[in-house]
Every structure is written in C-alpha cells, then in structure tokens.
C-alpha cells in the first residue's frame, strides 16, 4: 500500500498538479452546462476526456516533479469523486439504472472518508492510491465515457451497458474491500502504539 508520511509531502497550494485538479472542478459546470442545457453531446464528451487527461498528467506531475502536497492529496479525489458524481447524476436521465452505480460510488467514498480521517487522526497518516482504486477509478471513466461517447449516435443498447455496469461495479466493491481492510489493519495498529511503548 502507498501510505504517505506528513514529512514525505509538501504545504505548496499552487503546484501545477493542484492546478490541473482546481481546472478539472471547473469542467463540472461546463460538463452539465453542455449535457443538460445545450444537449451537446460531442462536446460533453470531449470535456470528460479531458478531465480524464488532466487526472493521469496531475498524477504523473506530482510523482516525478516531487509534489505531492497535502492540498492535492484532499483535492485530487475530490475533483474525481466530483467528476464522476456529476456525470452519474446527468446520465441517470437516460439510463435509470445507472442510480445504482451513483448510490455505490456515494457509499464507498463515504465508508474511506470517515476511515481516513479516524486513521489520520490517530497516526497522522495519509493512504496514497494503490492499483486497486485506481483500476476502479479507470473502469468508472471508461464506463462514463463509453455512454457518453455511444450516446453521441444513438442510446447504447441496455445489455451492453448492464454488462459494463456491472462489471464496473464489481471492480468498485472489490476496491472498497481491500480499502477498508487495509484501514482497519493501520487502525488498529495505530491503537496498539502506545500500549507497546
């Protein structure tokens, strides 16, 4: 697992790769903007792929260049969760099951959010992205992205897309598993310091 210690990051806001996640929040208006008012489903789609690009630079950025800050390690997520909330809520309009993939994602990020910060409070320790989330996170864009890009021509057949869906879905289980295991393990680890001091 990828913990990051508090002196391993740095206190820098404006770092490029927090910049590329302030740009990717302000697509979420122009997203919905250009879904729900203009019906512009080409361009909607392009600016999904966009955020998406953004995410995978940021994170590259911040790995090679050395700055991986705290700001970006809250903000990061958040514009992803974000992204991927507000493209679940505009696709829900066209395909109704979709809810159930939107209540998951709500859940899952609810259950590490209140993990992380019992674990941080406990040993100011921070849980950096493993393979597992980010797999998920990678499934969750491709399935977005492949309705909205399907969507450009005509509404992906209901099969297809329960088949994506699920699949999705399965991958996002499987992550919240291994999340939660790996939190409870540091918990109670981080309960077990001082008694063995």
């Known amino acids: ?11 820098k806001v404006f770092t490029i790769p927090n910049m590329l996640s302030f740009i990717r929040i302000l697509l979420i208006p122009i997203f919905i903007w250009l879904w729900v008012n203009e019906r512009n489903f080409p361009y909607a789609t392009l600016v999904l792929f966009v955020s998406g690009f953004t995410d995978v630079i940021d994170g590259f950025l911040a790995r090679k260049l050395n700055l991986v800050s705290r700001v970006g390690k809250v903000l990061d997520p958040v514009a992803d969760k974000l992204t991927q909330a507000a493209v679940l809520l505009c696709l829900i309009f066209e395909y109704e099951y979709l809810i159930a993939a939107f209540i998951l994602l709500a859940i899952k990020e609810l259950i590490l959010l209140v993990l992380g910060i019992i674990l941080y409070r406990k040993d100011k320790t921070l849980i950096g992205s493993v393979w597992h989330g980010k797999l998920a996170a990678i499934m969750v864009y491709l399935m977005l992205f492949t309705h909205l890009a399907w969507g450009i021509w005509a509404e992906m057949p209901e099969t297809i897309s329960l088949i994506i869906v699920s699949i999705t879905m399965g991958m996002m289980t499987f992550s919240l598993f291994l999340y939660f295991k790996h939190y409870l393990e540091l918990i109670i680890k981080a309960k077990e310091k001082p008694a063995s001091s």
Request: glycine residues 0%; without cysteine.
């Open 1 to 11: 697992m990828n913990n990051i210690d508090n002196n391993q990051i740095t206190n």
